[in-house]
């Protein structure tokens, strides 16, 4: 079941199996050296899927940030990539978006390994890449309506 969530709407094991996830993919899996967590957890909507047993295995949070919009930490649990879930997440964070503000661009700084999956969902790429948290990226933007 799928969820958009502010912080103080989750439970603290919600919160939990979603931070769980995140370490699990960016600094366990792409062995980045980074924090995930941030102050952005504090502010942003937290999209998430939870499967039958209440575990989270997809993710992302979306938020504003200055003039535009923007969501990040996107992951899916390593056992259902391929599936077609990041399809459903991506739904879910452009939803997310559009609660948060219409009327805004949303930008992103996509790994350049998954430009090709964005640009399905109107996204365009405006920089060339560079490295952020040792691995390389890309800014993105997708214009509103």
Not at 104 to 118: C, P, R, T
Request: glycine share 6%; proline share 3%.
């Amino acid at each position: 079941m799928w969820f958009i969530k502010k912080l103080a709407d989750m439970s603290s094991e919600e919160f939990f199996y979603c931070a769980q996830l995140r370490g699990k993919v960016f600094v366990q899996e792409q062995n980045r050296p980074i924090n995930d967590l941030d102050d952005t957890d504090l502010t942003c909507l937290h999209v998430f899927h939870k499967n039958d047993e209440g575990k989270v295995d997809a993710y992302g949070r979306a938020f504003k940030s200055g003039d535009h919009l923007s969501f990040g930490r996107v992951v899916i649990a390593k056992s259902l990539r391929g599936q077609g879930m990041g399809n459903e997440l991506m739904k879910h964070l452009l939803s997310a978006c559009l609660q948060i503000d219409p009327n805004l661009d949303i930008k992103i700084e996509a790994q350049e390994q998954v430009v090709g999956f964005y640009q399905k969902f109107g996204f365009i790429a405006s920089s060339k890449p560079y490295i952020h948290a040792n691995t390389p990226h890309v800014d993105m933007i997708k214009k509103a309506k």
